[in-house]
């Protein structure tokens, strides 16, 4: 090859992936650290691939989206506190609630291009342990205080600290631009196009009795790893029905007629971590690994959810998804219609209901229901921001390797900012 010449492309194997339950905020992970929970997860991965050792793995990347400022630095301090090798490179990445998918997008680049022959890539958050920032006009008062030239200048500033200075800031679930909050926006989408209470109300659902399935026949006995007490996904209720979600009262769009948004029909708050293994076909064989799929293509979009058409639900703020995976077929010559298997994160039950009938809008075909989401979904799993993505990654891989013959499946994960990332996963 030229040294002018671009390197071919290698496939990107899906190995396999690990997590810890996901536990809801304040639970039984309130006072685990986004590290701790990442750092359990590499554990869990490194011990099941047997990744110990001088340079068993040549790349991490993983993010958080609630961080604290000691974790600025969170890749790599996981990889120093795990039994990975600690000569591990590793780098955060952070995209909202694409974090953990767009690590993986970050890492398998680098496999692509034979950068590296490996790597692990995933997220974790915490709502527990949300960082609680000081408050504004305090931190003004002790950075003027820290800049006086005189100790009487500094007490002058001191002096001004009042009461009200004390409360410190409480990350909000909000958007900046319009300082409304991500389930406040769906409401507005699921008033654009129509959604249901009792269409989001069956998929939630749905949603919770296919993961109890999967972890009934052992699906999850490769990916879920035991930790502080937890086995399975606190949010998961097996025994929910339509009916019982029915009863629940509104949380969203309450201040418009006959709202549909409830707890039981969008994500709860949740503290977790996932993380998946990719690495280039030689790597795998190499060391006897079977690929689950490959990672074969992904798309990203951004949506103008300030100005944009927002009321007729065109860019509503979960919305870019709608975008991105139109672009994401038309690139790669595929057909809705091509895919076994679907995962759309279910952020709400009507932003998913949403994006199928905004991808039906704009001419491709209805998806089939029962390749939805097949084994549950974050409605039934929670979710922790960043974890999100690597868990569905890993989920879709195993699904696909389960099957008998090839296989192709889909990824779309909707973020805040108005953002989209998706993805396909093929077994050959």
Same mark, same amino acid.
């Given at each position: ?42 554990? &869990?991965?490194? !011990? ?7 340079? $068993?793995?040549?790349?991490?990347? +993983?993010? @958080?989206? #609630? /961080? ?64 609680? &920032?000081?408050? !504004? ?7 003027? $205080?820290?800049?006086?030239?005189? +100790?009487? @200048?500094? #007490? /002058? ?272």
């Amino acid at each position: 090859m030229s040294p002018l010449e671009p390197p071919r492309a290698r496939r990107v194997a899906v190995l396999g992936g690990t997590r810890v339950p996901f536990a809801r905020s304040d639970g039984p992970y309130a006072t685990a650290s986004n590290q701790e929970m990442l750092t359990a997860a590499l554990n &869990g991965l490194t !011990d099941r691939y047997d990744l110990h050792g001088p340079g $068993a793995v040549g790349e991490f990347v +993983a993010g @958080a989206v #609630l /961080k604290h400022s000691r974790d600025f630095n969170l890749a790599r301090e996981t990889v120093l506190g795990s039994r990975l090798d600690p000569r591990t490179p590793a780098y955060d990445i952070q995209q909202a609630c694409g974090t953990g998918l767009q690590a993986v997008i970050a890492a398998a680049n680098k496999i692509a291009l034979g950068q590296t022959e490996s790597a692990v890539a995933g997220g974790a958050d915490t709502a527990s342990d949300a960082p609680l &920032g000081v408050n !504004d006009g305090l931190r003004r008062i002790l950075l003027e $205080a820290r800049r006086a030239k005189s +100790a009487s @200048a500094r #007490l /002058k500033a001191l002096a001004r600290i009042r009461p009200a200075h004390l409360v410190p800031d409480i990350p909000r679930n909000a958007e900046p631009r319009t300082g409304l909050s991500m389930g406040e926006h769906a409401a507005v989408t699921a008033r654009a196009w129509g959604i249901s209470r009792r269409a989001q109300d069956e998929l939630a659902a749905t949603s919770h009795r296919r993961l109890a399935a999967a972890y009934e026949r052992g699906f999850f006995t490769d990916l879920v790893i035991p930790f502080r007490g937890l086995e399975r996904d606190q949010n998961l209720r097996p025994d929910s029905t339509p009916e019982k979600l029915a009863a629940l009262k509104p949380v969203f769009g309450a201040d418009h007629p006959d709202p549909t948004m409830t707890a039981g029909n969008s994500t709860p708050l949740t503290d977790g971590a996932a993380l998946v293994l990719l690495a280039s076909e030689e790597w795998a064989e190499a060391r006897g690994l079977e690929p689950l799929a490959y990672l074969t293509a992904y798309e990203t979009a951004a949506v103008d959810f300030v100005h944009g058409d927002v009321r007729d639900g065109e860019d509503g703020l979960l919305m870019a998804p709608a975008y991105a995976v139109p672009r994401l077929l038309e690139r790669t010559g595929l057909d809705l219609a091509d895919f076994d298997l679907v995962e759309i994160h279910e952020a709400f039950a009507s932003q998913v209901l949403a994006t199928l009938a905004a991808w039906e809008k704009r001419g491709l075909p209805p998806v089939d229901r029962a390749r939805l989401n097949a084994t549950g979904s974050s409605l039934a799993t929670g979710h922790p921001f960043a974890a999100t993505g690597a868990r569905i990654v890993a989920t879709l891989a195993r699904q696909l390797a389960e099957r008998e013959g090839p296989g192709k499946g889909l990824i779309s994960v909707c973020a805040a900012g108005g953002q989209g990332v998706t993805a396909i996963l093929e077994r050959p």
